[in-house]
């Protein structure tokens, strides 16, 4: 079992940055690939980004390949996401997420195993 919550969320002007955290309870965080997700109202969830257990490969949408970076520290079990460059369509709830099939970088939601609760990120214009 992991235990999921972010953190970070706010208001931001277009062109600033944030970073949001997502801590992690359970033993099996450091075995598991970490993604970052997010839901604009009336639209489906998707894919931002994901890192492998070791933090050796990393994945990104195309919408924040340049402006985000994932990373993660597995002493600390955590899980960040650097946001740089915001934009007004980067508004959205962002979740973080744990797939315990640690051999891929997957994208889907159907794949990730355990869910936090999500912060509201808003970038206005």
């Known amino acids: 079992q992991v235990q999921l919550v972010e953190s970070g969320g706010g208001l931001v002007q277009a062109g600033g940055s944030l970073r949001l955290s997502c801590a992690a309870s359970?033993?099996?965080?450091?075995?598991?690939?970490m993604g970052w997700f997010r839901q604009a109202p009336g639209k489906e969830r998707e894919f931002v980004a994901a890192?492998?257990?070791?933090?050796?490969?990393?994945y990104y949408s195309d919408s924040v390949k340049g402006r985000f970076t994932i990373s993660r520290d597995n002493d600390r079990n955590t899980v960040y996401l650097q946001m740089n460059s915001l934009k007004p369509e980067d508004t959205a709830v962002y979740y973080c997420?744990?797939?315990?099939?640690?051999?891929?970088?997957?994208?889907?939601?159907?794949?990730?195993?355990?869910w936090g609760q999500g912060t509201q990120v808003t970038v206005s214009s």
């Open positions: 890192i492998s257990w070791n933090g050796g490969r990393t």
């Open positions: 359970g033993r099996t965080f450091s075995s598991c690939t």
């Open positions: 997420a744990a797939d315990q099939d640690r051999s891929r970088l997957r994208v889907g939601v159907w794949d990730y195993d355990y």
